[in-house]
């Protein structure tokens, strides 16, 4: 993978982490979030964050 890729891998990685935040704090409002769906989107983020450290490794950064 060249450094175009990681480099857009990061971007589409953090958008995605973005988007997992949204869907939480929108759960969070609901009158009674569900708790294991949270839990499920905070597993994703914390693999979407994982793999932006990994492509910023590849890039020396």
Not at 27 to 52: Q, S, V
Request: no cysteine.
């Amino acid at each position: 993978m060249g450094k175009k890729n990681h480099k857009k891998a990061i971007r589409s990685l953090t958008q995605r982490v973005a988007e997992h935040q949204e869907k939480i704090r929108l759960e969070y409002d609901k009158e009674n979030p569900d708790e294991g769906l949270i839990a499920h989107w905070e597993k994703e983020i914390r693999a979407f964050e994982k793999g932006i450290q990994q492509a910023q490794k590849r890039l020396g950064r």
